[in-house]
């Protein structure tokens, strides 16, 4: 059995921790408990918003706080990170250079999966307005050819994102992400789930062009570095 | 905001763990990830199977590695402990004697709330052949009155079991768990769900009697004790 343990900075938010604790359950071939992958998860309420702190400026910084739980998790045996949060990837330097066990990127994976793809250079990004606002996508994928297409109602967008920190994943947020998708995606080679929230309203859309879900990329690479 | 840390020890299995913590997001009255319950999980898949000790007497004792959990988890800020598998409250003692934070019972939260129910002596249980052997529930609801009535096909209660613990949570396996319900249900006055396996299956399950599922009243003991 791998010693390797998984280690969560959880919480941002919850829902989304969840959706991705079950799609590593889900794509692990196992047939009884023991094979599982070993989690370590702090799902933490107490990290500042990232979208207050990046788009309002109004709240605290939330490095502090993500920098504790990464090296909580380190000290409870965690022997790598992993960050179930796209806008929280803004402050990722600061908590791989905390820690001594790396942190697998979700930004990196997402980007990495759509020069595989190979798919074109216009990429749809869904993601929340703070990731628009840093480039935290758009300068990843810029080295590589790839531009970011923005939705044209990106309100509509963060109304979603919002609803399911409040708990709405019902059917019809799902069809309100797959109407945005679908205008988004006339204009774009590829479109990219790259918001947490969106993944968890997202299972089984199909779109005409190919979709990337940055915590699919996640799921996997988790999978794969628990050995 | 409340200092309350709930420590769950978990992966037994983790499916089942993964369902507590949606109970726990979803009964949460929140409308932002600040007002969730503040969550240390550790999913282990190296704690011992709990049937192969108590059924087979082919395995190791996990109660070592469910003891060094539980201080884990304690040493990581957990402020109190929850296990979501209902046959591993076998060990629960040995884990309370080994920490100095309380451990929510999750058998004694089932018992009370059937007391609460009074729904009358005769439980029917669906719950692992270890919990039926060891008495885990029937001792601990005969000073209240109540026995314990054992499903006629319980070796289809553990294939279902087993099943979850596979991967299978499907429509299937969700109708053959209602089918045992309500051929239990005609012999007593109330159903205990006491297996976590069982309880991913056991969503939206309408019963003649009343139904009890222990993940439930452990969820809704979470939750207060977080504030």
Known sequence: MSRAVAGIIGGMGPAATVELLQRIIARTAATDDAEHVHVLLESNPRIPSRLAHLLDRSGPDPTPELVRVARNLEAGGATFLAMPCNTAH?????????????????VRLAVTRLCTLGAGGRVGLLASSAVHDT???????????MRVVMPARQHEVMALILGVKRGDA???????????????????????????????????????????????????AIIAAAG
């Open 135 to 145: 480039r935290l996508y758009a300068d990843a994928l810029a080295p590589h050819g």
């Open 90 to 106: 803004h402050y990722a330097g600061a908590i791989v250079a905390a820690v001594g066990i790396p942190l697998l990127d979700m």
């Open 170 to 220: 019902s059917d019809g947020a799902r069809a309100g992400l797959e109407a945005l998708a679908a205008e988004l995606g006339r204009d774009c080679d590829a479109i990219l789930i790259a918001c947490t929230e969106l993944s968890v309203l997202a299972t089984g859309m199909t779109m005409p062009v190919p979709v990337v879900d940055a915590l699919d990329e996640l799921t996997d």
